[in-house]
């Protein structure tokens, strides 16, 4: 069984940065691609970026330029890093990784940008 947890999530103020982590655990033997994913309160969960083993990167329009994802893969992880955060960017993030030949999901953290 594994397990994906997310941290790094909160306040922040428009134009400010924050900076996502998630850790996977569990017996791992390979993991493929990693990515991020949020919802907002009354809308569908979306694609945020996502990242191969191999390091390509894939993103969202709304957050291109702005976002950074990576990983770790010695530690298992994945991060986001936030810049330039705007109020519409406010919502639950998730972690989402192929893990073993199947996906898992993270139980999302907060993030929350006022104007």
């Known amino acids: 069984q594994v397990q994906l947890v997310e941290s790094g999530g909160g306040l922040v103020q428009a134009g400010g940065s924050l900076r996502l982590s998630c850790a996977a655990s569990?017996?791992?033997?390979?993991?493929?691609?990693m990515g991020w994913y949020r919802q907002a309160p009354g809308k569908q969960r979306e694609l945020v970026a996502t990242?191969?083993?191999?390091?390509?990167?894939n993103y969202a329009d709304s957050v291109k330029g702005r976002f950074t994802i990576s990983r770790d893969n010695a530690k298992n992880t994945v991060y986001l890093q936030m810049n330039s955060l705007k109020p519409e960017d406010t919502a639950v993030y998730y972690c989402?990784?192929?893990?073993?030949?199947?996906?898992?999901w993270g139980q999302g953290t907060q993030v929350t940008v006022s104007s």
């Open positions: 990242i191969t083993s191999g390091g390509r990167t």
């Open positions: 569990g017996s791992i033997f390979s993991i493929n691609v």
């Open positions: 989402r990784a192929d893990i073993n030949g199947a996906w898992a």
